[in-house]
């Protein structure tokens, strides 16, 4: 049996489940679906139009301002947060409305037709996805880059110093269709290291959420939660890590009412500024 992650019965997941078919290939060989909801994306792309009608839609005719919503992985929550204070300071007449969850669940909501503007992944395999759909207007850039690490609570109580302690531990991963469980899928084959988690997580953020308030001795997360975290958590480098990079791209969605501003916004992002926001956070920048 080759290394992989042998999944435990934590419902952690269960909102990714059914996109295994739409990401193909990331899916780890020892899972057993148990699907209980076969309408996740149509609901989250509801909420979603909601959440946008109770702040007003995209246009506040009240205000004359125009509300720009830009979808992210979670793992790109505190430089985005600090580049829409930017670049409202620039776009007096736009509010920026950000959305963060994990890429696939947002990649499904764009494809399920939720009103967006911007969309920015954790990896190419999903932003493709939508990109084969359609729904991009021309093709993604990439504007970051992320890699993996292990954090432990900051007591470390397990004595987790390296990978291979792990398989004596309880263990937060992300799910494997998320860009951040496929990339722990391939750091654990070549390692050589054959786990079975405690939870399976639908972001980074719930991972490293399960690791800080000590309900798993360890979880996989990427460096800029690592950063993030600060004190709260103890850092332990995997090998081979630089093997195995996450590439985030960025793309205005093709039915957006206001791609001008999207694109002022990944312009934003391409900036110096914006390179420099995103490395303050952790991440490795492609300029």
Same mark, same amino acid.
């Given at each position: ?76 929550? *505190? ?6 204070? =930017?670049? %409202? @300071?620039?776009? +007096?007449? /736009?509010?920026? !409305? ?36 359609g729904d991009t207007d021309g093709q ?50 070549? *390692? ?6 405690? =939870?399976? %997580? @639908?972001?980074? +953020?719930? /991972?490293?959420? !399960? ?77």
């Amino acid at each position: 049996m080759s290394p992989d992650i042998r999944p435990s019965h934590s419902a952690g997941g269960s909102r990714l489940r059914r996109l295994a078919a739409r990401v193909g290939g990331l899916g780890y060989p020892q899972w057993r679906w148990r699907p209980t909801r076969t309408v996740v994306a149509a609901a989250a792309a509801g909420t979603l139009a909601l959440a946008l009608t109770a702040c007003g839609g995209d246009d506040d005719s009240s205000s004359g301002s125009t509300t720009l919503t830009v979808l992210a992985a979670s793992s790109l929550t *505190n430089a985005f947060n600090e580049l829409e204070g =930017t670049y %409202e @300071d620039q776009h +007096s007449d /736009v509010d920026v !409305k950000l959305s963060y969850d994990s890429s696939s669940i947002l990649a499904e909501q764009v494809t399920s037709g939720a009103p967006a503007d911007v969309l920015a992944t954790a990896d190419p395999i999903t932003m493709k996805t939508v990109t084969d759909a359609g729904d991009t207007d021309g093709q993604p850039t990439i504007f970051a880059r992320n890699t993996m690490v292990i954090v432990t609570p900051s007591d470390n109580p397990a004595g987790i110093q390296n990978i291979g302690d792990l398989t004596d531990a309880s263990v937060a991963v992300c799910v494997p269709e998320a860009p951040c469980g496929n990339a722990t899928k391939q750091l654990l084959q070549l *390692n050589n290291i054959d786990l079975k988690p405690a =939870t399976e %997580e @639908d972001n980074v +953020s719930s /991972v490293l959420t !399960k690791v800080t308030s000590g309900e798993v001795d360890a979880g996989f997360v990427y460096v800029t939660d690592a950063q993030a975290a600060g004190s709260d958590v103890q850092t332990i480098q995997i090998p081979h890590s630089a093997e195995v990079v996450n590439d985030y791209p960025i793309a205005v969605i093709a039915d957006s009412d206001h791609s001008g501003e999207a694109q002022d916004w990944i312009d934003l992002v391409m900036s110096q500024e914006g390179q420099d926001t995103l490395a303050k956070f952790g991440f490795q920048t492609v300029s």
